[in-house]
């Protein structure tokens, strides 16, 4: 599956979110959407990234902004992982992989010789109109929120 492309819409979903309950895109139209897909709750790089997001949440707040991150850990290990590092952004649970295979994050990856599917680490930056305005793929994490948000302020 392709990765949808700056200008396409973005395609909508319903997912299990932390804390409980759920949240869809859909319900989200009129504001901007961060949805950053990333492998794994509690790793260094996954925590790194959801600290520095959950750090500039005001800066995105007062642009108009949402910040989802989304990986196939299960709403529990959502709820540990915002705990454990005072987490404020939205993490949604994907555990059929669903959502990330409709943005094209859901890759075949390798470690030590060995083949499996996984998420790729990106990020959409979505318009309160539901159109895809940036895309960042394979992310490096460190600087990452900083260029998003620079993004959305049109620096």
Known sequence: MTKP???????????????????????????????????????????AEAVAFTAMLPEFEALNTSIIGVSPDSVARHDKFVAKHGLRVILASDEESRTSEAYGVWVQKSMYGRSYMGVERATFLIGGDGRIRAVWPKVKVAGHAEEVLKALRGD
């Open 5 to 47: 492309s700056i200008g396409d819409h973005a395609p909508d979903f319903t997912l299990p979110r932390d804390g409980g309950g759920t949240i869809s895109l859909r319900d989200l139209r009129g504001r901007n959407v961060v949805l950053y897909f990333y492998p794994k709750d509690d790793t260094t790089g996954c925590t």
